[in-house]
Nanobody, 115 residues
Framework: QVQLVESGGGLVQTGGSLRLSCAASGSMWMINVMGWFRQAPGHQRELVASITNDGTTNYGDAMEGRFTISREKDTVHLQMNSLKPEDTAVYYC???????????WGQGTQVTISS
């Protein structure tokens, strides 16, 4: 089992910045990829950014250039800059074990951007 605890959400104005963090614990030896997803009301959950164990990153189309994902041991950070109202969503931390087909999710943290 893997446990994920997010922090850093909140309310900011358009153009502002936020930094999300996700602290992972448990059987991290099986995890190959960590990342962030988000889900806005009435929308499907979508990829924000991911990072593999070797540091390869991937970003959703709407996020590239504004968001940066990084990892320090078992903590993943998401630096979000130039935030827009359409970035408003619940942001979920994710850990994925490819060989075992296991996906783990955090409880989610609300990010709200005011116009």
């Amino acid at each position: 089992q893997v446990q994920l605890v997010e922090s850093g959400g909140g309310l900011v104005q358009t153009g502002g910045s936020l930094r999300l963090s996700c602290a992972a614990s448990g059987s991290m030896w099986m995890i190959n990829v960590m990342g962030w997803f988000r889900q806005a009301p009435g929308h499907q959950r979508e990829l924000v950014a991911s990072i593999t164990n070797d540091g390869t990153t991937n970003y959703g189309d709407a996020m590239e250039g504004r968001f940066t994902i990084s990892r320090e041991k078992d903590t993943v950070h998401l630096q979000m800059n130039s935030l827009k109202p359409e970035d408003t969503a619940v942001y979920y931390c994710n850990a994925y074990a490819i060989q075992y087909g296991k996906n783990y999710w955090g409880q989610g943290t609300q990010v709200t951007i005011s116009s």
